[in-house]
């Protein structure tokens, strides 16, 4: 990198002489790491490639893309040149697009929620998510946001370069009430005893608002960069029926107000009607699932410029068929039935008033994470390829921006193809705007995943 000196001599002639004098001192004393700092950041010039940027309704062909460091410097034609000592990869005609965001995942929970209750503990669970991280970057996915069960020791290993994984954001640990969906530990638990969960930091159970207020702040404290609420009944869960409401107005706005303070938002986990609008007259910006809303509460979020986070796979496909579910109760399983039986419809009416939408697959249990790209197949029922795509890349990357001065990567935008943002960058063989679907068999068509500028898997030779 150029010192500010040599700016300087540049600027002003005058002063030339004294201030070399001044650099060339001032460099005899630097540390050693200091003064052998390389005068160029190194790059990677993608040649023949047909971008798609993030946002477009379609390719741009033959295309070059230069990456330095960790940003993407320019996008131009074949005369498109880098530094004699850049990576060149030659994309072969493949297609090049922003790497995939799930932004709904839980990576501590890759074992049924009882054997976690009385087996496991934050090791095990960690080692296990760090399989989970690598499975996911290896499928194209650059970025998760691990919505409830956030762990933010996690988070600051992946940033520091010490373990390998996608982009982290997380909600810290996800706030319910008592008998809420994060209320998992036993059914014979005295009052008040905290869970194996809550134990390790992953839940938080909180009754009235200065509890939850409490909560919100030890979450901004561990890193959460937004605030996952749990505001109605789930599946999954044991105490909380679909029907139920688990948080009070007075909660809610409390848990708005503390992230708001920091000058993020909520998401809150609704599926039913009530529990969805409960949460937006009180200030909730985001909705997670919402499978079992009224039409008027979907045209009310297109209206009011709310977004919705789907889980198409869970909600029409897996739950179709519940019973397979490792470590589900029949009472889960009359739940998801109900889901299901529900799903194919909200979705009709999301397309039909076109609620902002971002996805996330949800697909939590070790069976479901190696299928995490199938999620995008299953929403070809009711999208376009190309809004499927931009639900996993730039209008995820949009939400992630928002959560404002808790966002932990602020040095370019996210889910773009663009000059100055983030160099997370897929090589995919075939044209995904034509059929998202291609990139489910991630082994033939996924053939270059770069995260930051970096190289994490290259299958191209
Ligand atoms: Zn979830």
Same mark, same amino acid.
């Given at each position: 990198?150029?010192?500010?000196?040599?700016?300087?001599?540049?600027?002003? #002639?005058?002063?030339?002489?004294?201030?070399?004098?001044?650099?060339?001192?001032?460099?005899?004393?630097?540390?050693?790491?200091?003064?052998?700092?390389?005068?160029?950041?190194?790059?990677?010039?993608?040649?023949?490639? $047909?971008?798609?940027?993030?946002?477009?309704?379609?390719?741009?062909? $033959?295309?070059?893309?230069? !990456?330095?460091? $960790?940003?993407?410097?320019?996008?131009?034609?074949?005369? *498109?040149?880098? =530094?004699?000592?850049?990576?060149?990869?030659?994309?072969?005609?493949?297609? *090049?697009? #922003?790497?995939?965001?799930?932004?709904?995942?839980?990576?501590?929970?890759?074992? #049924?929620?009882?054997?976690?209750?009385?087996?496991?503990?934050?090791?095990?669970?960690?080692?296990?998510?760090?399989?989970?991280?690598?499975?996911?970057?290896?499928?194209?996915?650059?970025?998760?946001?691990?919505?409830?069960?956030?762990?933010?020791?996690?988070?600051?290993?992946?940033?520091? @370069?010490?373990?390998?994984?996608?982009?982290?954001?997380?909600?810290?640990a996800c706030l319910s009430g008592t008998s809420g969906h994060a209320d998992w530990d036993q059914v014979n638990a005295p009052k008040g005893r905290e869970g194996?969960f809550e134990?390790?930091? /992953?839940v938080s159970i909180n009754n009235g608002p200065d509890e939850y207020?409490?909560a919100?702040?030890?979450?901004?404290? =561990?890193?959460?960069? !937004?605030?996952?609420l749990f505001v109605g009944g789930g599946?999954?869960s044991q105490f909380d029926p679909?029907?139920s409401v688990t948080a009070t107005?007075?909660e809610?706005?409390?848990?708005?107000?503390?992230?708001?303070?920091?000058?993020?938002?909520?998401?809150?986990?609704?599926?039913?009607?009530?529990?969805?609008? /409960? +949460?937006?007259?009180?200030?909730?910006?985001?909705?997670?699932?919402?499978?079992?809303?009224?039409?008027?509460?979907?045209?009310?979020?297109?209206?009011?410029?709310?977004? *919705?986070? /789907?889980?198409?796979?869970?909600?029409?496909?897996?739950?179709?068929?519940?019973?397979?579910?490792?470590?589900?109760?029949?009472?889960?399983?009359?739940?998801?039935?109900?889901?299901? +039986?529900?799903?194919?419809?909200?979705?009709?009416?999301?397309?039909? %008033?076109?609620?902002?939408?971002?996805?996330?697959?949800?697909?939590?249990?070790?069976?479901?994470?190696?299928?995490?790209?199938?999620? /995008?197949?299953?929403?070809?029922?009711?999208?376009?390829?190309?809004?499927? *795509?931009?639900?996993?890349?730039?209008?995820?990357?949009?939400?992630?921006?928002?959560?404002?001065?808790?966002?932990?990567?602020?040095?370019?935008?996210?889910?773009?193809?663009?000059?100055?943002?983030?160099?997370?960058?897929?090589?995919?063989?075939?044209?995904?705007?034509?059929?998202?679907?291609?990139?489910?068999?991630?082994?033939?068509?996924?053939?270059?995943?770069?995260?930051? @500028?970096?190289? %994490?898997?290259?299958?191209?030779?």
């Open positions: 990198m150029m010192s500010h000196s040599a700016d300087i001599t540049k600027a002003i #002639p005058g002063v030339a002489g004294l201030m070399s004098s001044i650099a060339v001192a001032a460099l005899l004393f630097m540390p050693s790491s200091v003064a052998q700092e390389p005068e160029q950041l190194p790059q990677t010039l993608f040649t023949n490639v $047909n971008v798609w940027d993030g946002t477009s309704d379609g390719l741009s062909e $033959n295309q070059r893309v230069l !990456v330095e460091g $960790n940003l993407v410097k320019t996008i131009g034609d074949e005369t *498109l040149e880098a =530094n004699a000592d850049a990576t060149v990869v030659d994309g072969g005609g493949r297609t *090049l697009m #922003p790497g995939l965001i799930d932004m709904h995942t839980h990576l501590a929970l890759l074992r #049924p929620i009882q054997e976690v209750e009385t087996t496991w503990d934050g090791f095990a669970l960690g080692a296990m998510a760090s399989e989970s991280m690598r499975s996911f970057l290896d499928k194209g996915y650059t970025t998760i946001r691990d919505i409830c069960l956030g762990m933010p020791g996690i988070a600051r290993a992946i940033e520091r @370069g010490l373990i390998t994984g996608p982009r982290y954001y997380h909600g810290g194996t134990r390790m930091g /992953l207020r409490e919100v702040r030890w979450n901004m404290r =561990n890193g959460a960069s !937004v605030i996952k599946v999954a679909l029907e107005a007075e809610i706005r409390a848990v708005v107000e503390a992230a708001e303070g920091f000058g993020t938002y909520v998401c809150v986990h609704a599926f039913n009607d009530k529990s969805v609008n /409960l +949460a937006l007259d009180n200030g909730v910006r985001c909705v997670e699932h919402g499978f079992l809303m009224e039409e008027a509460t979907v045209q009310r979020m297109a209206e009011e410029g709310q977004v *919705l986070s /789907l889980q198409a796979w869970i909600g029409y496909k897996s739950f179709a068929k519940p019973e397979e579910i490792t470590g589900f109760t029949a009472e889960s399983i009359r739940k998801a039935k109900d889901v299901h +039986a529900n799903t194919d419809k909200v979705m009709g009416w999301v397309k039909k %008033y076109g609620v902002e939408t971002f996805a996330g697959t949800d697909m939590y249990d070790s069976t479901m994470v190696p299928l995490v790209a199938e999620d /995008l197949a299953v929403r070809q029922r009711w999208f376009e390829d190309v809004e499927i *795509l931009r639900q996993n890349t730039s209008n995820a990357a949009k939400w992630l921006a928002a959560t404002g001065p808790k966002n932990p990567y602020k040095e370019g935008p996210l889910g773009v193809v663009a000059p100055g943002a983030y160099a997370d960058l897929i090589l995919v063989k075939g044209d995904p705007t034509q059929d998202v679907s291609i990139l489910f068999d991630h082994e033939n068509n996924i053939n270059l995943v770069m995260k930051d @500028g970096e190289i %994490y898997k290259n299958t191209l030779n």
